[in-house]
């Protein structure tokens, strides 16, 4: 066999040492290799260095045991800034080398001294760099610059300069754009805290990025990508003009509460009011038009900037209707007819069927340029006055053991007009009173949401400051407690609180108001009719008006119309509503023959902390509405069927019946039924309406359906969580709500 030998040349290594990254250690390194000398780096000693030849230390100390330990390794120490000295090396050892450099600025011929210096085998261990002399060079070397001129001025460079110069022209005007929205934000924050709003650095921003942009706008629409930047500008403009308008609304707003509530006006303030009013209406209807236009003109779709869409979309249609109310009162004001309203205080922690307890109601006119005083009066004074005998509903004089029915009970429909028509019964019958143009329902909720509108009132015949957080306590001290029918605490009590309002209209927030006011409305602590058809179909339209919903569905042939309205009436002479929360679960189940089964849960929580009043047992005759052709099967309460049930089938299917919860208890009421109309074979739109009671707390409401598999969602207009053939969707009884599912049965 034959045997060849290879010789193997190793390379040498070397490591250096430095904390800083200076520039010619990149230069050294090269070098090194140059030389075959491996070169590798590292900011700190490490503990294993018997594999490095050569360790170049910058400016950092090494032990002499280190050093003495690895015998086979040349150390070479650099130090910077040194000036040059002589150094005693008689008791260094051996392989430790030193380069003392004045200056930083190494180069390479610098380097190529260092390297001999360190890997010749000259007994030298002490190196002088002076770099003074060679900095001075430096530093008197005039360099060619027309060669440098040449170098730079390339047709490739040429090119780059162009595009760049090119680009950064067309896009010089999205900084000033992007500016621009920043402080249109601002102003907008601004505005929400009622703080002073300055336009004029989003106006001179917008102005400079038109300006760059109409230079540039040709090339854009070369391109055909002129909407993107055109909708950015438009948005910008539309929202600075928002931004005025809303801020010479409230100036508008805040004119017209110096005059709103005088009486008898001269012609120079009835045309001021007219001429604010009209200002008003102007500003609405630019912001409403701007509003749409932004919709419109948002470029980006995500769920972000739909919400913003919707929002928008949403304020728009607000302010319409502010409008015609705006309208209204305008029409009604200015006529010399006087309008009469009667406004009922409702008592939602006593709650029934219309809203809540009528402890009062109020009486106010307008006309002639003036709105005259909220006289409140007392409920109990109108019913000593009663002189006939009318049937109470059968709860009433069943749990309340009232035989005779009173202006405070009727309200026991579930239907604000209903209910409206029979409170004019017992005005007329009462007080005499008739020739009212509408009515309004406010609840105890409603009044405390339009409290945070307004600083603390002071009432100076209570000696009390009332706000939104401890109205109801207040009004419990003063009005129920040690009432007794014929007292006029609790009229005195609310004349004082509608006087501090009105004296205090001046330091109102307009913002805070109406939004508080939009927000009773929506969740029916406020509801209201007017006997003007025109002006009631905005709040009809709305679901303002309180009233029991007729659902109809007009989206296909094959629509089945489902409806449930639950409702509460405290017939416990008490205000344990104040602690009752309900929960609502509605599971609908649709099997292979297309039938529709029900299972509600509803689930009442009594936290009253006693039995003593306002608080205490929560009795309750609960009735629910549901659709006429649908067949009950079981009502339980807590597992146990419910047998004393009372059921009425006239317009709706009418089921009602008594039950009730100690305080700290919870109770479970089920409540299964079907529909007689199926879903049938082909498209079919499911219609669902859930109606809130007026005056309710906000109530938790799950949906949940189980379909059949032959049956599929191809449409809703909610969210919901869906799992094969079971959708579950989490919402809140704001107010009535209305479920469209389009479904698909083979």
């Not at 002639?368 to 019913?383: H, L, M």
Request: with cysteine.
């Amino acid at each position: 066999m034959k045997l060849s030998t290879e010789i193997v040349d190793e390379k040498q290594k070397s490591l250096i040492v430095s904390k800083r990254d200076y520039h010619f250690i990149s230069i050294l390194k090269n070098e090194l290799k140059r030389v075959s000398i491996s070169p590798f780096s590292s900011p700190f000693i490490p503990k294993n260095i018997k594999m490095f030849n050569y360790i170049f230390v910058i400016n950092e100390s090494i032990s002499l045991e280190q050093v003495d330990k690895n015998k086979n390794s040349i150390f070479i120490h650099i130090f910077f800034g040194k000036k040059n000295q002589s150094v005693n090396t008689k008791f260094f050892p051996k392989n430790i080398k030193i380069i003392s450099v004045n200056g930083n600025h190494l180069e390479k011929d610098e380097i190529d001294k260092i390297l001999w210096f360190a890997i010749s085998k000259s007994e030298e261990t002490v190196l002088n760099l002076n770099l003074s002399q060679l900095v001075k060079k430096k530093i008197n070397f005039t360099p060619d610059l027309s060669l440098s001129y040449k170098k730079f001025v390339t047709k490739k460079n040429l090119i780059y300069f162009s595009i760049l110069t090119f680009v950064t022209i067309h896009l010089a005007f999205i900084p000033f754009l992007m500016l621009s929205f920043y402080f249109d934000y601002q102003n907008y924050l601004a505005l929400k805290k009622n703080s002073s709003v300055d336009i004029n650095n989003a106006v001179v921003t917008n102005n400079i990025s038109k300006k760059l942009y109409s230079i540039v706008r040709p090339t854009y629409l070369l391109f055909g990508i002129a909407i993107l930047p055109d909708n950015l500008t438009d948005i910008n403009e539309k929202s600075q003009t928002i931004i005025k308008q809303a801020q010479s609304l409230i100036n508008d707003f805040k004119g017209l509460e110096e005059i709103f509530f005088q009486q008898q006006k001269t012609l120079q303030q009835k045309s001021v009011l007219n001429l604010r009013i009209q200002k008003i209406k102007n500003s609405l209807t630019i912001i409403e038009e701007d509003l749409d236009v932004i919709a419109q003109k948002i470029p980006i779709k995500n769920k972000f900037f739909d919400k913003i869409k919707e929002k928008l979309i949403e304020q728009a249609d607000n302010i319409r209707k502010a409008q015609k109310i705006i309208d209204y009162f305008q029409k009604t004001i200015s006529q010399e007819k006087i309008s009469k309203y009667v406004i009922f205080f409702a008592n939602n922690m006593e709650l029934r069927p219309g809203g809540g307890f009528i402890g009062s109601f109020g009486i106010f006119e307008i006309g002639n340029y003036s709105i005259g005083e909220i006289k409140v009066y007392d409920i109990y004074d109108a019913d000593g006055q009663l002189t006939v005998h009318l049937e109470p509903p059968k709860p009433i004089s069943q749990y309340l053991n009232v035989p005779h029915w009173f202006f405070r009970d009727s309200n026991f429909s579930p239907d604000f007009f209903t209910n409206y028509q029979k409170a004019l019964f017992f005005l007329e019958r009462e007080m005499k009173m008739t020739d009212f143009s509408g009515g309004i329902l406010i609840t105890t909720t409603a009044v405390e949401n339009i409290l945070y509108a307004f600083n603390d009132l002071y009432l100076p015949d209570f000696k009390e400051y009332i706000n939104a957080k401890n109205f109801y306590l207040k009004t419990q001290l003063y009005v129920e407690k040690k009432f007794f029918p014929g007292s006029i605490q609790k009229k005195t009590f609310l004349s004082s609180i509608v006087r501090q309002i009105k004296n205090n209209i001046d330091t109102v927030d307009i913002k805070t108001l109406f939004s508080q006011v939009k927000k009773s409305l929506d969740e029916k602590q406020i509801v209201v009719f007017f006997e003007d058809q025109n002006f009631q179909s905005l709040f009809d339209s709305s679901y303002w008006s309180g009233r029991v919903i007729e659902p109809k569905c007009t989206l296909s042939k094959n629509c089945v119309i489902d409806y449930v309205f639950p409702y509460d009436a405290n017939v416990g002479a008490n205000k344990a509503n104040f602690f009752i929360n309900r929960f609502f679960n509605l599971k609908i189940k649709i099997d292979a023959q297309g039938k529709i089964s029900h299972l509600l849960s509803l689930q009442y929580k009594n936290d009253s902390p006693a039995e003593i009043f306002p608080t205490g047992y929560y009795r309750n005759y609960f009735q629910i509405l549901l659709p006429k052709n649908s067949i009950l099967d079981q009502i339980t309460k807590d597992g146990v069927q419910v047998e004393n049930i009372d059921q009425i089938d006239e317009k709706y299917k009418q089921i009602g019946f008594f039950f009730e919860l100690a305080p700290g208890k919870t109770t479970d009421i089920k409540i299964s039924y079907q529909l007689n109309e199926p879903i049938k074979k082909g498209t079919n739109i499911y219609q669902l309406v859930v109606q809130k009671q007026t005056g309710a707390k906000n109530s938790d409401l799950i949906l949940e359906f189980e379909l059949n598999k032959s049956i599929s969602i191809l449409n809703q207009n909610f969210s919901p969580i869906v799992k094969d053939n079971q959708i579950i969707y989490n919402t809140n009884l704001l107010t009535d709500k209305i479920f469209f599912i389009e479904l698909t049965k083979e």
